[in-house]
């Protein structure tokens, strides 16, 4: 189907907030800043956004800030309630007055509160006065906890220390006389309904329950169902309890925050930890309810706006907008929570052997239910966006797989590595792009291995020349599916699932396949470090095309000189809308770049640096290379000013002897030329900067530059001058561009490798030219200001070194 729509093919600086518990444990919050763009520009204003994956915060909540209406629609019952819960609660004072009646509620006789601190009781164990144990310690299969934490308000610093002792006699008695399947436990399995698969699955998860844990779990719902009238403070109230069903079961590790339930053959599968933490329900209960209605107050959306977006019908939808569900942290807790909040009715067919799924398989069933879905009742020109938060290969490729088997062509994939500020295990981000497609017609015939691998050869190659150095693994597998998806190739694979491959496999074995049988077709494998799987991937014939790298720095700093000061904000979405689609830069890259050439106010805002302006950059690079051509000739080289330099203006310290660089050598000199010093030397050799040469047959070359865009001088240049014993290489770096060269080394290995193989030595432009105006030095007094870090800035070290 075709489009008109100008689709967004730069990425978007992401950026989330962190959601409280239990908010946090449906996934994270949709980023907004993305959010705002996409439903800007692929759905009207007071449009509809379908997000079929829903939760709090999710891409329905995410889109009102950018004035379209969302709806939260979900497979799963939980996440789309849990949203409407949040949306319809009353205020929070009556939430809080909820609490209270729930704490007071004498459902069993004594008020709950006293119920549940009679229940978790202990003793401390130093001053023996009354304690509330907050979690008791167990080792695996035994029959009684071996340790209780609590904190005491005699002994420990006003009761705030967490103490940490082992169990009393009391404390083993009071654990030994709750029985194992008492009143709470077939309340627990009633809940689940009557369907014996039902029970069954019930019965395992109330076993992963202590006695007193399912007690205190089901007197507090059954206190919130039976004191709270109001249907909003209720529900706000239960979902709260999604925290303690979480955390207090026996798969929460001493270390852990709750592990994901994995359904197995409609069992729960236990855990393997071997000490588990028996946390008081009742307590994580309490601070969840405070720590949600304090984090509500702070973060207002329950508008009528988005109220009335529960409302809406789907069928409206101009936009289908989701959250890849990379992380499913609840996963059979879904289930369980469903029956246990929601009632039986809603509780899914068995995740019969789910348990077993790879996760990747999982995210690509879930996404692809749920677009399918959303094609279904979505607007026929509606696109589809899937925000990939943790985007590694396999994901990515899930991900584009789901949306072929959902009915959608994909358009673009945009990925970001370290696309997260701070990188909190989620080294890169991907969006990508869907139209609809024509519904999928299940005779589709097979596709060929050998177009499929010639698509995906050919996508990695486009990208390795689009950005002008070796791509990484993610790079490539986002090229290759773009690169099938334009082919039409997406399709077959997505519906090639036969045999027990699925087509996750299918797709991830073409791609290995093809790039490993690259050699043949120019596609070559450059190591990234020592492990033999971390490789990019380049061409052999490679043009010298500019790297990204050397681009995305000249374009920071086109950026910084452009504006006076501009927020770090404005300025990452500057240089992203520079490089679209698979020339994507790095996050990393980008602020490294603008943390070389900028400093930052006090307000944070971004200003060049005064020595970086054009300006000031010319006027120091000529003296540089004025004090080079003077030192050349002291030292009894002849000298050759390069091509691009030779016009500049010579520096004030200079202009008693001519006007420009060109005027400060000889006519001899620039008749001679180097070139007949350096065997087989092409052209290249007019453009290096200055050449010393004709002392002992002996050519230095010199690169100055201000900038860290290496590649020009060592490979566009250096590699047209053949190595000779008697050629030396030097590039020349204005001082503050040090770290930026470190990290261009350090990101490229290939370019590090011709560093190393051609000899180049780096040298910085204050210890060059300290020597440079000494007249008593001679050549051995260079090598102690070679390098990045050159022996004269460290602690007096003398090296000696033969020419
Ligand atoms: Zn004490």
Known sequence: MSNQRERILSFVPIETIPLPRPLNRFGTAFPTALAEIYATAYAPRRGVVLDPLAHPWSAADAVESADRRGIAKSREPLGEWARAVVVLAPSLDEVLAGFERVADSVLVGTPHRVAMRELYASHCATCHGPVVVEAFLWERDAPVPTKKAFRCGVCAREGRALLIEPVDNEDEERTRRLEPRGMAYWQFVERFGADPAAQALAETVAALYTPRNITALMATLRAIETSVGDAGAQGLLKLCLLESIVAGSRLNAVAGHGTPLRIDKGRARRGHASQTREVNIWLEYERTVRELVTWLAQHEHRTPAVRGGLLLDPGDADLVLCQAPVEDALGGWSTVASALLLGAKTLRPM?????????????????????????????PEAAAVVFVPQADTATIAACVLAGAGGGYRLRTILYQRDAHAGAYGAPAAAVCDFDRDVPLLRDQSAADAGLIEDAIRAGVRDAVLARGEPVREEVAAVAALQSLAAKGLLVPIALARAGGVSELELFLDHFKSALADGRRTGITRVPLSD??????????????????????????WGLL???????????????????????????????????????????GRWRLLDQDALVARQASQAQV???????????????????????????????????????????????????????????ALDFVDCVWYDKGRMVFLWQVDWTARIHRSVVALGEAIPDDDRVFRFLAVADERTGLVHEKLRRSPALAEVVRRRGWRFVKWDPLRR????????LDGLEPVLGLEPAVEQSGQQLAFRW
């Open 351 to 379: 995740d019969t052997g789910e348990g077993r799924l790879a996760s990747r398989e999982r995210l690509l069933r879930t996404l692809r239910a749920a677009l399918i879905e959303a094609h279904r009742v979505s607007r």
């Open 531 to 556: 492990d033999a799987d971390d490789v990019a991937y380049a061409i052999t014939e490679a043009p010298d095309a500019t790297p990204l790298g050397d681009r995305v720095e000249w374009a920071v």
């Open 561 to 603: 000189s452009s504006a006076r000061e501009v927020d770090t904000r404005s300025l990452l979405r500057r240089v992203y809308g520079l490089f679209r689609g698979i020339e994507t830069p790095d996050r990393e890259l980008v602020e490294r770049c603008v943390a070389a050439y900028a400093t930052q106010t006090d307000d």
């Open 625 to 683: 290379l004025a004090e080079l051509i003077d030192a050349g000739h002291r030292l009894g080289f002849k000298v050759h000013v390069g091509r691009d330099v030779e016009r500049r203006a010579v520096p004030q310290s200079h202009q008693e002897r001519g006007r420009a660089l060109a005027d400060l050598v000889g006519e001899a000199e620039r008749s001679s030329g180097a070139s007949r010093f350096v065997r087989g030397a092409s052209d």
């Open 771 to 778: 020597w440079l105006r000494d007249a008593q030095a001679g």
